[in-house]
């Protein structure tokens, strides 16, 4: 559970340093650390693909995971909800400005890939580094929560806590059930989420990331169905 420690540690070490900073980060700051951010995501990334591809006992199945995730999240419009509630919750008035901002943060904080898979390779692998990204990542954005609505965005940290405390005890639980090949193609579905979240971060191409999630059900449904028949 180390990395999702670290990652709730950044979430109350940034707020912090926002509330200090109250007055607010110049954009063009905000706009170095993401760019530096975002080559980062799409190193790590592209590293997770090329490293986990030759373990790959099914070679074209990370293609249909993405192609069948991305359509399956299309249809469900994830990122369009995603976003239009995140702007719904940031258009209320004063009275109810925390409560905003503790919405909307929570969101960015908990869905992604880096927060979703993270604490599953935590638990199965003892590998962090997808977690240490994320919180590296959540660092930032903590930051400008905190110079925005203040030191109650600190209560975003417990809650980010157990939904990553979640998914790794539900990977640890079931870690027998998921095999070393399983595990290579969500890295390589993981990886390229990662990859264009980077790309997002750049503001080289936007790929909706949140659309392309439902690629990660796809690796354990086939291995599910490889195993009945």
């Known amino acids: 559970m180390i990395g999702t420690i670290v990652n709730t540690c950044t979430i109350v070490a940034g707020t912090l340093i926002g509330v200090a900073l109250h ?4 954009e063009k700051y905000k706009k170095v650390l993401y760019d530096a951010l975002g080559l ?3 190193a790590i990334g592209l590293n997770a693909v090329v ?7 099914y070679p074209v ?5 993405m192609a069948i995730g991305s359509v399956a999240g299309v249809a469900l419009d994830i990122d369009g909800r995603f976003h239009r509630l995140v702007e719904r919750r940031s258009k209320g008035g004063a009275e109810n400005r ?5 919405a909307t943060a929570t969101l960015v904080y908990c869905i992604g890939p880096l927060s979703m898979l993270g604490p599953v390779i935590s638990a199965l692998q ?15 954005t903590a930051t400008i929560f905190g110079s925005t609505y203040g030191v109650g965005m600190l209560l975003a940290a417990p809650v980010l806590f157990l939904w990553q405390g979640l998914f790794y005890g539900v990977a640890t639980l079931s870690s027998t059930a998921v095999s070393e090949a399983l595990m ?3 890295l390589i579905v993981g990886g390229l989420l990662i ?3 980077g790309l997002s971060l750049l503001r080289i191409k936007d790929c909706h990331v949140l659309n392309m999630l439902p690629a990660l059900l796809v690796p354990p449904l086939w291995f599910f169905l490889m195993w009945l028949i």
């Open 61 to 65: 199945l990370f293609i249909a995971a």
């Open 126 to 140: 003892g590998d962090n580094t997808f977690l240490f990204t994320n919180a590296t990542l959540d660092l930032v």
């Open 184 to 186: 290579a193609e969500l």
């Open 98 to 102: 925390l409560a905003d901002g503790l």
């Open 40 to 42: 980062a995501c799409y």
């Open 195 to 197: 990859t264009g979240s």
């Open 23 to 26: 007055k607010g980060i110049k």
């Open 51 to 57: 490293t986990n591809i030759p373990k790959s006992q």
